[in-house]
């Protein structure tokens, strides 16, 4: 069974920086690619970025392109999301997510992962 377990969220001020990790029991880790998903109170879950097996390619959401950035280190089975230049609009509970193997579909929909982390809350304050 694999676990994914999100850490560092936390409360932080408009234009401040946080960087979230996600560490991943299991064999073959770098097998997989990893995204990272967001949710809002009364609103969708939505795609923040995606990192391929090797780290060799990297996806983005519009709302975050230039500001966040997603990293793995393979030899820990972990994957890293930071978040510079944070907004109020940032505040979300964000999950980490393995993607199916061999899924070939658009890496921003959540049907193409199978195992979620619990999440971690994300508050940015104006």
């Known amino acids: 069974q694999v676990q994914l377990v999100e850490s560092g969220g936390g409360l932080v001020q408009a234009g401040g920086s946080l960087r979230l990790s996600c560490a991943a029991s299991?064999?073959?880790?770098?097998?997989?690619?990893m995204g990272w998903f967001r949710q809002a109170p009364g609103k969708e879950r939505e795609f923040v970025a995606a990192?391929?097996?090797?780290?060799?390619?990297?996806y983005y959401g519009e709302s975050v392109k230039g500001r966040f950035t997603i990293s793995r280190d393979n030899a820990k089975n972990t994957v890293y999301l930071q978040m510079n230049n944070l907004k109020p609009e940032d505040t979300a509970v964000y999950y980490c997510?393995?993607?199916?193997?061999?899924?070939?579909?658009?890496?921003?929909?959540?049907?193409?992962?199978?195992?979620w982390g619990q999440g971690t809350q994300v508050t940015v304050s104006s």
């Open positions: 997510a393995r993607r199916k193997l061999f899924y070939t579909d658009s890496y921003y929909t959540e049907a193409g992962y199978d195992y």
């Open positions: 299991g064999r073959a880790f770098s097998i997989y690619d």
């Open positions: 990192i391929s097996g090797r780290g060799s390619s990297t």
